[in-house]
Structures are given as C-alpha cells and as structure tokens.
C-alpha cells in the first residue's frame, strides 16, 4: 500500500501529496463564473492521499494535443487515493455545472488524465496496477437542467455531430442516463494506437456520473454509498 510518507520521499515533490481523514475537497476550474458548481467534497471512513493535479498541470506541454477532443494537454480537476479498509481506490474526478458539457469534455479530461497519473505512478516502487480499484467520477447537473432545443433533442447532440466522437457520446449517454455509469474503454480513445507499455493501463475505467442539485454551487458526495 502506498503510504504518505512514501511518496513524500519519491522521486516527485513533496507538496504535491497531502493526507486527510473524512473528506478531501475538489474544485471545480472554471468556479466562480457565475451559476457554476464551485466545488464538491468527498467524504469517506477511508483516509485520502490527495495528489494536486499541478503534476498534470506543469507538465502538460511535453504531451501531444492528438485531436481536438483527446488531448493529453487536459487534465481532469482532482485526483485522488482512497486507503478504506482492505480496499484502495484511485480516483480521477471532473466537476461540471452542465450535463452537456460533461459530455462534451469530461470523458476525454478524465481518460486522459487517468493515462498520464499512470505513467507518473508506474515509475514507484510502492505502486502496484492490480493493487488498486481505478475508478472516475463526474459530476453535474441532472441532465434535466439542460435546455431542450425545440425538436426535442439535446443542445450538445446536435452541436458534437461534427465531432467522431459524436456516436461514442451518444452511447455512454445511454448507458449513464440508463446506470449511472459506463466503463469507458480505451481503445475508443484510440489509446491503444500510443505506443504505450503493456500493463500501464487497464483497458477500461470505470465512469460513475453522479448529478447534484441544480443550481448549487457545491455537493457533498459520501463516496461510501458510491463504491460498494
């Protein structure tokens, strides 16, 4: 198991590693522009290492920007261990005030993210792959706070039709609208086309979309009652 001390000592900077017991809280980026969700915290019985995303933030210029909607250049708002009884998490979350831009950014900041956060832990000795359930989380309106354009279909439907993704959008809509979750695979990212080392990833992520009150500025989200 990976300890704070651990990586306090690693190869990486110390302030880039805080522990907490209870919560740890996650800001949304673009807070405070108007009727926005401004932050969420997470609570647990666990203990959190949180890992400031500033790791993905300073290093971004060195990755390729790919496409338009997968570039290793974004990064996802917070990222996170969870240390809860015998169980361990890894946990990439991605605040949005809209479903639709959820849909529109969020699959790609956390897929992304989640393969950079890889990379940076696979060089430690204390990390094991199989060691830790990975997990992403998004979270945002109810998509019934969207607007309805008058033929009745989403905003976002019809503007991401220019977009290849437009057809995985739609699925992993479904699936959300229809479990909550989607088990995002990597290879609809075209992850696998990367060159990168077998056994850095898994080949899928486990999505949970988890929609708060419209209109809040923040929400708290008991991770407990999330990750059974």
Known sequence: MITIADLKSSIYAPHIFSESSASVRVNNEKEGEGDKVEYVTLTS???????????????????STNDGDVSFRKDCDGICLLHRGERKFIIFTEVKSGFA??????????????????????????????????????????????QISNNGQHQESRQSVISKYAP?????????????????????????????RSGLINDHLHLIHIPIQSNSKSATIDLDKILL
């Not at 019985?45 to 990755?63: Q, V």
């Not at 393969?115 to 019934?144: G, H, M, N, Q, T």
């Not at 995985?168 to 990168?196: G, P, T, W």
């Open 168 to 196: 995985l959008k739609n699925r992993y809509r479904r699936q959300i609208l229809n479990k909550s979750y989607v088990d995002m695979n990597m290879a609809d990212f075209e992850i696998d086309k990367l060159h990168l």
């Open 45 to 63: 019985e666990g203990i959190f290492i949180n890992i400031d995303n500033c790791i993905l933030k300073k290093s971004k210029d060195i990755y």
């Open 101 to 146: 831009n959820m849909e529109k950014k969020a699959y790609f900041q956390l897929v992304t993210s989640y393969v950079r956060c890889k990379s940076f832990l696979s060089v430690l000795d204390i990390y094991s792959l199989s060691e830790y359930e990975e997990v992403a989380i998004a979270i945002s309106y109810p998509i019934e706070h969207e």
